[in-house]
């Protein structure tokens, strides 16, 4: 029963380069099947006819789509591929008396599109049974008439088409009257009541008669009708339509009572037997509802509105009837003639909204799908995308349109669009309707975070306290959501080997940088950081921003005085030479402050002397100076208190004592013998001198010689001493470190002064050589002989020094031709003795 033509599916590929795919593909399926189906019943399976796959049918959304809008009659099992009956489908309805009944359909897949052209041929089902106008047909006739005498009967109208219409009529078996059937020139099948034994009114005035009519369906279906005949006297003739056929075209936009025409028919008798009434004789139901006539004058008018799309031709058959119940009939026909009354409907198919923002050009946002409900040129439709947004419409297949991307999307800068299509067809006038739709564009990960500044750098005092913030990071990432979150972290890296991480921490929400530690400008002045900032995307971005930390310096430490010792306790005291002009030079202070710049600018005052206006001292330089020549009355001994200040804010001081005499020989002090007495090689001489003499006197006289010898020789020393100033190493401070840059006494000034004042050295000292082993392994300490030589000139002093590094009994001078003898004795003494440490 099932007539499937396949026409093989035509698949045709066109790339551009701004269309991803345009793809058309077209396959027409048809299937017959008949009218009236339960609703569910299967109509054929349009997967397998078209070689779909019938497991994507769902993810390409497939669905059946109707022409113009129209009811949809079936709908497609995306599970199966069965094209199933959605809706009651009464062909009659559809097609009212066309001999084929088709409806279309179209098969729409998504993904790429395609659309399949479904053709569904409706069979006509004998479900209709042939009816008459009426009930009861009136038939008045003359008893004259003759045998054979024909009268044209109602004909019976039977929705069905073909064999399933009328085929034949039946008569209730009777004395008088037989029917003869005859077919129209249209198709339809008509009887006549044919007179077959004269009537006799006074034996019988009145006849009921029942007329079927009968289909030809199987099982055929019929209809009856009572014929009522009165015999009469007399005799007429039948009315006649002055046309056999009227044609009539109307606009579809005809207004209601609009007259279509007027039919008219002419009875040749006179009077009450030229009264002519007409009716319809055939007419489907829908023209019934549309048409109206009236029945004197013949008039036919419009009630209801007409619509070329849903019905464009209507074929009505008028009978026109004298009083007698004689008829005759004619045919009207009315085409209606489309007006453009439709705008075109703009369907939105489907759309991917929110479009991600990396989406390529030409990327399909959505399928739109225009639909006019006129014909020809009034449903011809243009689409088109109004504004300046990256966006076009690419037709696709028939009235379909693509919208798709022509432009990169960038959500930063617009993060939604209003796109209005516009739609027109080319009616005239055109008639168009616009559509918005509203597409959001969704964010993708694709900006690092980027620092306000291309790098920071934070001042921090030293002395901070841990915990206290040094500067703020700032980073922006125009991001959505986590996609723009920003978190901060160091790059881990090592500061002067250490982690930086304990130096600073960051906080990972604010950017804000926190030290973790105090600092010491005098052990670090500046580090770098490098803060990251990454986003919580996935994948994430980051970036990264150097920060230099610089570290303040404060006032922090005070002067340190490296000569004279500032305990006070030392025995340095300076030689006064009493011949000592003004402005010679007498001593020199020398003091250091590790701090830096001003804090580190040391000034030196006096605060007390015993004879005031004696002695000065250089604010800046710290030498102490003669103000005047020394005379006799000038006391021997002379106290000098100085303090060594710094520039800092507060600044920060300490004090020192210098002690003078004015001497040319130390012998002339005893009470200063004894101070210079000290240190363990004096003891150790003394336990010698004693050991000597109790171990044996044999030596005696040779240690006595010792003896003397040494006190000449010190003598001899004191003798040379010219006041030149000694300066200990041990003096030095421990780890003491130069500050590089920013000193006013230059640093090598202060280490050079030292050693080069030592040179004329006293007989006791433990002088060691001016070399690093004296020196703070420290290697920014800096240290150069031509700063010894600029310092030459002044003390004079500065050339062979005599630092050799002597130790303990050695230190003693004697005789070296005595040593040999000496030798054994001091071995056993070092033994006896441990030496003293
Ligand atoms: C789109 O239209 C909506 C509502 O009509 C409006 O709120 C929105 O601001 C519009 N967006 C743009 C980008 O014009
Ligand atoms: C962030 O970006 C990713 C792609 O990089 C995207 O998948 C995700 O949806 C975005 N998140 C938000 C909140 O927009
Ligand atoms: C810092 O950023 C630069 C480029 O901006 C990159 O080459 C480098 O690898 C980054 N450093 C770290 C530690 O991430």
């Keep these: 029963m099932e007539d499937k033509r396949y026409s093989a599916a035509a698949l045709t590929l066109g790339f551009c380069l701004f269309v991803v795919a345009a793809r058309s593909a077209f396959g027409d399926v048809s299937y017959s099947f008949p009218e009236e189906m339960k609703r569910g019943s299967v109509i054929g399976n349009v997967a397998k006819d078209l070689g779909l796959d019938v497991n994507r049918l769902s993810a390409r959304k497939a669905r059946i789509d109707t022409e113009g809008n129209r009811k949809r009659y079936c709908d497609i099992n995306v599970n199966t591929g069965e094209l199933t009956v959605a809706e009651r489908i009464d062909r009659e309805e559809i097609c009212s008396d066309a001999v084929s009944c088709v409806l279309h359909c179209e098969l729409v897949l998504e993904g790429p599109l395609v659309l399949h052209r479904i053709t569904l041929n409706i069979d006509d089902v004998n479900d209709n049974f042939p009816s008459f106008q009426r009930d009861v047909i009136k038939i008045e006739l003359s008893e004259s008439v003759v045998k054979g005498t024909r009268f044209r009967l109602d004909e019976a109208h039977d929705a069905d088409i073909g064999i399933n219409t009328v085929q034949n009529y039946h008569l209730q078996r009777n004395e008088y009257f037989i029917v003869s059937v005859h077919s129209n020139t249209d198709g339809g099948v008509y009887c006549e009541l044919v007179l077959d034994k004269e009537l006799d009114r006074e034996q019988q005035q009145e006849l009921t008669l029942t007329l079927t009519a009968v289909d030809g369906g199987t099982p055929p279906r019929s209809g009856t009708v009572v014929i009522h005949v009165t015999v009469l006297d007399a005799n007429d003739n039948a009315p006649v339509f002055s046309q056999s056929v009227y044609k009539v075209s109307l606009p579809e936009n005809s207004p209601l009572n609009t007259v279509v025409l007027t039919v008219s028919a002419t009875d040749a008798d006179e009077g009450a037997n030229g009264e002519i009434t007409y009716d319809f004789s055939r007419i489907s139901d829908k023209a019934r509802s549309i048409f109206s006539l009236d029945h004197k004058t013949g008039r036919v008018k419009i009630i209801k509105s007409l619509d070329y799309e849903e019905d464009s031709k209507f074929e009505i058959r008028i009978q026109a009837m004298d009083s007698f119940g004689l008829k005759s009939d004619t045919k009207l026909s009315v085409s209606v003639t489309d007006v453009n009354d439709n705008a075109p409907v703009i369907i939105m198919k489907s759309i991917h909204s929110p479009i991600p923002e990396d989406a390529l050009i030409g990327a399909e946002v959505g399928i739109i799908n225009v639909q006019d409900r006129d014909s020809e040129k009034n449903g011809q439709v243009h689409c088109s995308v109004q504004q300046s947004v990256p966006f076009k419409l690419v037709p696709s297949i028939k009235n379909y349109y693509s919208l798709v991307t022509t432009g990169e999307l960038d959500r930063e800068l617009v993060s939604d669009y209003n796109i209005t299509i516009t739609a027109s067809d080319e009616g005239s006038p055109p008639l168009s309707s616009s559509k918005t739709l509203h597409l959001s564009v969704a964010d993708v990960n694709d900006n690092p975070p980027v620092f306000e500044e291309q790098s920071y750098s934070a001042h921090v005092k030293e002395n901070n306290k841990a915990g206290s913030s040094v500067c703020r990071v700032a980073a922006r990432d125009p991001d959505w959501r986590q996609n723009g979150t920003v978190v901060y972290s160091l790059s881990p890296s090592d500061v002067s080997g250490a982690p930086v991480s304990s130096f600073v921490s960051i906080n990972g929400d604010t950017g804000v940088l926190h030290a973790v530690r105090s600092f010491d400008y005098e052990q670090l002045k500046s580090f770098k950081v490098l803060v990251l900032a990454r986003d919580n995307g996935s994948p994430p971005l980051s970036s990264n921003v150097s920060v230099s930390v610089w570290i303040g310096d404060e006032n922090d430490n005070s ?183 920013a000193g006013t006494l230059r640093s090598s000034y202060n280490y050079d002064a030292y050693l080069t004042t030592g040179s004329r050295t006293s007989d006791f000292k433990f002088i060691t050589s001016y070399s690093d082993r004296t020196l703070p392994a420290d290697p920014t300490l800096k240290k150069t002989h031509a700063s010894v030589e600029d310092l030459e000139g002044f003390d004079g002093a500065g050339n062979d020094s005599q630092f050799a590094g002597v130790h303990g009994f050695t230190t003693l001078f004697i005789p070296p031709c005595l040593l040999p003898l000496i030798y054994p004795f001091i071995q056993i003494i070092n033994e006896v003795i441990p030496e003293k440490e």
């Excluded at 000592?580 to 003091?591: H, N, T, Y």
């Excluded at 006289?701 to 040379?720: E, G, M, P, Q």
Aim: negative net charge.
């Design 559 to 741: 002067p340190q005085i490296l000569y004279p010792s500032p305990e006070g306790h030392s025995f340095m005291t300076e030689m006064v030479p009493k011949a000592a002009q003004s402005g010679s030079l007498v001593s020199k202070v020398i003091a250091v402050d590790a701090d830096s710049g001003q804090n580190a600018w040391l000034s030196y005052h006096m605060v007390k002397a015993t004879e005031p206006g004696l002695f000065t001292i250089g604010e800046h330089s710290g030498e102490i100076r003669t103000q005047r020549d020394i005379s006799e009355s000038d006391h021997m001994k002379q106290n000098l208190v100085l303090s060594v200040r710094d520039n800092g804010q507060p600044s920060l001081s300490v004090t020192c004592t210098v002690y003078l005499l004015i001497s040319d020989n130390l012998a002339e002090l005893p009470e200063l013998k004894d101070m210079s007495y000290e240190e363990s090689s004096s003891k150790l001489t003394f336990y010698l001198i004693i050991a000597l003499v109790s171990v044996s006197t044999f030596f005696l006289t040779f240690i006595i010689i010792v003896l003397a010898v040494r006190f000449c020789h010190r003598r001899k020393s004191r003798l040379l001493f010219d006041g030149a100033v000694a300066i200990p190493s041990a003096y030095l401070p421990p780890n003491y470190a130069e500050v590089e840059g």
